[in-house]
């Protein structure tokens, strides 16, 4: 969360802020029922209104090492990685691609990432976008380099570029 919004929120008499409490129950949002994780102690509250703040830890450590993470834990995409992730590549690693081609990070979990939810909106439109040009891109460097096409039993022609018959 964001410094200022964090000193605005302490500054704010009717706002309680309870870290490592979990709400169990509740009604209509007339009240919630909430447990003390330290303790288990639970206990009613009654409350007209709830912010939940998650994704301020990354929890990410239960990807693969080859996932290269910041210190914090925070996955790392496009220009952010290493040279040494960006050697794994045979192009220009993309904006929200890991250091896995191929496999892409959007939201709270991306080093560098805004931690709005509207941000993480975006970035799965961009994600998807960047996907398809992938697929296309790969699809494309097959034609041209004119994989063989199966055509019938055991018999293979080869694609020519740019998609004309055989000769």
């Not at 709830?50 to 996932?67: H, K, S, Y």
């Not at 834990?73 to 220009?92: E, I, K, Q, W």
């Not at 979990?109 to 976008?129: D, L, W």
């Amino acid at each position: 969360m964001s410094h200022y919004l964090v000193q605005q929120i302490r500054a704010t008499p009717n706002i309680e802020v309870r870290t490592g409490t979990e709400v169990v129950g509740g009604g209509w949002l007339e009240h919630l029922v909430l447990r003390n994780r330290a303790d288990g102690g639970e206990e009613t509250a009654a409350a007209q209104a709830l912010f939940l703040m998650i994704g301020a830890r990354p929890r990410t450590d239960w990807l693969p090492a080859t996932v290269e993470r910041d210190p914090a834990g925070f996955v790392m995409t496009g220009a952010d990685l290493s040279a040494g992730a960006l050697r794994r590549f045979d192009r220009t690693a993309l904006y929200l691609e890991t250091s896995l081609p191929g496999v892409f990070a959007i939201g709270d979990v991306r080093h560098g990432s805004v931690k709005r939810v509207a941000a993480a909106v975006g970035a799965g439109s961009i994600a998807v976008q960047q996907v398809h040009s992938l697929l296309t891109a790969d699809v494309d460097a097959r034609r041209e380099a004119a994989v063989p096409v199966p055509r019938g039993a055991g018999e293979a022609v080869a694609q020519p570029a740019g998609g004309g018959s055989p000769a």
